[in-house]
Nanobody
């Protein structure tokens, strides 16, 4: 079992930046693939970014490439999502997720553990 707690969401103007954090507790943090997803009202949860094991492999949704950066600090059991050049369409609840396998890492069904989510609102 692993517990995930996100923080760092808020209200920001278009073009601004936010950094989300997700602290994990429970089993060995380095055993997990860590991902970020988001869900806007009336839409399905969508993949944002994922980081594999020690951080050597990173994957991003096309919509956030070049603007968002995922990273992890295994010593702090924390994964981050740095979001720059934010757009109104980035508005959503952002969820941290953990997976024990590196298959299906861009699908929500590939992740067994989820945080409670943190709201990000980007105003135009």
């Amino acid at each position: 079992q692993v517990q995930l707690v996100e923080s760092g969401g808020g209200l920001v103007q278009a073009g601004g930046s936010l950094r989300l954090s997700c602290i994990a507790s429970g089993r060995t943090f380095t055993s997990y693939v860590m991902g970020w997803f988001r869900q806007a009202p009336g839409k399905e949860r969508e993949f944002v970014a994922t980081i594999i094991w020690g951080g050597s492999r990173l994957y991003y949704a096309d919509s956030v490439k070049g603007r968002f950066t995922i990273s992890r600090d295994n010593a702090k059991n924390t994964v981050y999502l740095q979001m720059n050049s934010l757009k109104p369409e980035d508005t959503a609840v952002y969820y941290c997720a953990a997976a024990t396998s590196s298959t299906m890492i861009t699908k929500a069904s590939g992740y067994a553990y989820w945080g409670q989510g943190t709201q990000v609102t980007v105003s135009s």
